[in-house]
T-cell receptor
Framework: GAGVSQSPSNKVTEKGKDVELRCDPI?????LYWYRQSLGQGLEFLIY????????KSGLPSDRFSAERTGGSVSTLTIQRTQQEDSAVYLC???????????????FGPGTRLTVL | QQQVKQSPQSLIVQKGGISIINCAYE??????FPWYQQFPGKGPALLIA?????SEKKEGRFTISFNKSAKQFSLHIMDSQPGDSATYFC???????????FGTGTRLTVIP
């Protein structure tokens, strides 16, 4: 596919369980972002990967959240010991990662809707 | 703290009318202002974007107006159509930063 894909599309879990969310960016895009979209809150930045550089983790809300990007492509967002307030849509985006390009367009996937019971 | 403030939260417009969504910011280091459109069940998609060195940018029926001194920018949708019904997000990015700061979104409904 030509776009960003995410899986699963929906995830229901029990409080205290760990979850893994997957993102496949657009081929050739070196930058990858995770955002969280809560009802009525807009999109909240979580983490950013650019090539082989150390990720920008400044948006992660707690140490229960972590993310990896293997081989510069696929990324996995892991939430440990999930809480009800973690319920949200988790969106992944990718971009070309143009150096010095503030207008580098981010392309979003459809998101994973996480519900923590 | 919300870096970009967006209003209104929801908007209902008659077909053919003009839809106007407003955003404001405080951080003068922002230098890129995109608008995203999101349909239910889909991720946001870039609609139009502007840099602060121009006061207006138009693409088809969509126009961004930018007021640097007031630190405000707005999206105008001319001749609004039912297919424009979606949630619209304004956003901003700081020079040298990686992430976008998003507004809280405006749910637009265009009635036939």
């Amino acid at each position: 596919g030509a776009g960003v894909s995410q899986s699963p599309s929906n995830k229901v879990t029990e409080k205290g369980k760990d979850v893994e969310l997957r993102c496949d960016p657009i081929s050739g895009h070196t930058a990858l972002y995770w955002y969280r979209q809560s009802l009525g809150q807009g999109l909240e930045f979580l983490i950013y990967f650019q090539g082989n550089s150390a990720p920008d983790k400044s948006g992660l809300p707690s140490d229960r959240f972590s993310a990896e990007r293997t081989g510069g492509s696929v990324s996995t967002l892991t939430i440990q010991r999930t809480q009800q307030e973690d319920s949200a849509v988790y969106l992944c985006a990718s971009s070309r990662g143009l150096a010095g390009g503030p207008s580098d367009t981010q392309y979003f996937g459809p998101g994973t809707r996480l519900t923590v019971l | 703290q919300q870096q970009v403030k967006q209003s209104p939260q929801s908007l209902i417009v008659q077909k053919g009318g003009i839809s106007i969504i407003n955003c404001a910011y405080e951080n003068t280091a922002f230098d890129y202002f995109p608008w995203y459109q999101q349909f239910p069940g889909k991720g946001p998609a870039l609609l139009i974007a502007i840099r602060p060195d121009v006061s207006e940018k138009k693409e088809g029926r969509f126009t961004i107006s930018f007021n640097k001194s007031a630190k405000q920018f707005s999206l105008h949708i001319m001749d609004s159509q039912p297919g424009d019904s979606a949630t619209y997000f304004c956003a901003a990015r700081q020079t040298g930063a990686n992430n976008l700061f998003f507004g809280t979104g405006t749910r637009l409904t265009v009635i036939p």
